[in-house]
């Protein structure tokens, strides 16, 4: 297997969409401020940290990432997902660590440890860009059976072995990813609620909180606009 930077192989970006980031994510993830302002400038302006995982000629497993800044005291750290994209793109600060934005595994792949591999490459990355460390703010995988259970309560539960209950969080911790702390409001979209309808093929005929499958949080919905705040965990990986 081999890792090659997006900005290579436009052959590989024109296929990424429906290979991997469709069946990985819920559409409505696509619909956040930041990342409808800035996603497809990536691979441009980072295109060291843009990369994909290749099986012979088969595209099976990605990451994206991005260098922002964090002095590393806990009241500097980035409220999540977003906030990470605004300083490195808004924030005027000079960037000092990495930040993950997405790793996806093709679904017939998953359960191969590939992750742990692209998690290499993200830390291999952060150290040839010379940043300090690596950073994410972790979309745990069973969060969404819990949409009820506030995120600082999720990220304590712990399996009989110790090993973390979430798979994702475990995966992170079992190649020395360290918990840091809840991103309580990782990323945020607001929309129309017949765009929410579109996007997730529930119908919301009225006002009110709604648990919608695949989703970390409730959707609140309030004349005529829905509004989901994501909750995320957010690991370090020192170099
Ligand atoms: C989360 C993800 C990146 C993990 O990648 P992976 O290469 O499958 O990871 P691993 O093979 O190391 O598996 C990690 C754990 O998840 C479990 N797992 C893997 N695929 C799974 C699936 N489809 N459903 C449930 N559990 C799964 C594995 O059994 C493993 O658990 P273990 O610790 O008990 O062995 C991958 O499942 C994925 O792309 N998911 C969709 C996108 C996503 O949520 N990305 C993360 C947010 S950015």
Redesign the pocket.
């Known amino acids: 297997m081999k890792v090659v930077r997006y900005a290579d192989r436009p052959d590989l970006r024109a296929i990424r969409y429906e290979t991997l980031a469709k069946p990985?994510?819920p559409e409505y993830m696509n619909h956040n401020v930041p990342g409808g302002k800035y996603w497809s400038r990536l691979s441009d302006d980072f295109p060291d940290l843009q990369l994909a995982l290749l099986d012979g000629d088969e595209l099976v497993a990605e990451l994206h990432s991005i260098p922002t800044a964090w002095d590393g005291s806990e009241g500097d750290l980035p409220g999540g997902w977003d906030e990470s994209f605004l300083r490195a793109y808004e924030g005027g600060r000079r960037p000092d660590v990495l930040c993950a934005l997405?790793?996806?595994?093709r679904p017939d792949r998953?359960?191969?440890?590939?992750?742990?591999r692209m998690l290499q490459e993200m830390r291999a990355a952060a150290e040839r860009a010379g940043l300090r460390e690596l950073i994410a703010p972790v979309?745990p995988?069973f969060k969404w059976r819990y949409p009820l259970i506030p995120i600082e309560q999720y990220m304590t539960w712990r399996r009989d072995d110790g090993t973390h209950f979430d798979?994702?969080i475990?995966?992170h911790e079992r190649v020395g990813g360290e918990i840091l702390g809840p991103a309580r409001a990782s990323m945020r979209i607001e929309a129309s609620v017949s765009d929410w309808q579109s996007w997730t093929a529930m119908q919301f005929p009225d006002d009110g909180d709604y648990i919608v499958p695949e989703m970390l949080a409730p959707l609140y919905v309030r004349r005529g606009v829905g509004c989901h705040v994501e909750p995320n965990v957010w690991l370090r990986h020192r170099l």
């Open positions: 990985a994510f997405a790793i996806a595994v998953q359960g191969e440890r590939l992750a742990a979309r995988t798979p994702w475990r995966a």
